[in-house]
């Protein structure tokens, strides 16, 4: 009986991880991962239409790959474990934040999270359009930890960004005072707390009696 070859998702996934962890996301490039592949550029466009449509595939498929755990407890509390869940889990991969640091489009989470996170949060009678919401604030919020994770915001160089405020160095200037002032003593943990609590507060609580004053049954 013959083997079959993987699927060809798997194994441009397969040849970017493997550039990846050899050269960081620097060394990926359309051209590198075709002659990782030993196939033609144009012949890889077929399948991947740019660098930020390769980056997204990345993510999504890792998320893909990782072998989530079934989350039990009241419905708040999955939610807060899963979302901490994949920022450590994410973290634990030394290219991760670099790559999404590299392209926006990319900041898309995998597909298999959000269903996750969907799927419990409408165990409390909330639409999945309103858990769709909360999720994405929530990947916001890990995903923007993951970009900034080991940068030093104190080494930031800002002294060359233009002054002229339409070219939104100004917005990039403003935040990195504060960023280095408090970024040490932000608590992941407080702030997905807060979002899934601002944003289901009303339905968990007449959907299960949680006590959500009760900061100790968040993990």
Not at 100 to 115: E, I, Y
Not at 151 to 166: K, Q, R, Y
Request: aromatic residues 8%; glycine residues 6%.
């Amino acid at each position: 009986m013959s083997v079959q070859p993987p699927p060809r998702r798997t194994q441009i996934v397969d040849a970017a991880i493997s550039i990846l962890e050899r050269g960081g996301v620097e060394a990926l490039n359309m051209r590198a991962l075709a002659a990782e592949l030993n196939m033609g550029p144009m012949s890889l466009y077929y399948y991947v239409p740019n660098k930020p449509a390769l980056l997204a595939l990345v993510v999504d498929e890792t998320g893909q790959r990782i072998a989530w755990p079934e989350y039990s407890g009241p419905v708040r509390d999955r939610l807060i474990t899963q979302v901490l869940d994949i920022h450590q889990r994410f973290s634990a991969i030394s290219w991760m934040g670099a790559l999404l640091r590299s392209n926006g489009t990319c900041g898309a989470p995998p597909a298999v999270l959000t269903d996750s996170f969907i799927a419990i949060a409408t165990e409390s009678g909330v639409s999945a359009t309103e858990a769709y919401g909360i999720w994405r604030a929530c990947w916001a919020v890990v995903s923007s930890e993951l970009r900034w994770r080991d940068i030093d915001p104190s080494a930031l160089d800002t002294t060359n960004l233009p002054s002229d405020a339409s070219s939104g160095a100004t917005a990039v200037v403003a935040p990195v005072p504060l960023w280095a002032q408090f970024g040490p003593t932000f608590a992941l943990k407080t702030h997905v707390a807060a979002l899934v609590d601002s944003a289901f507060s009303t339905d968990l609580t007449q959907g299960g009696g949680i006590d959500l004053a009760n900061e100790q049954s968040a993990p």
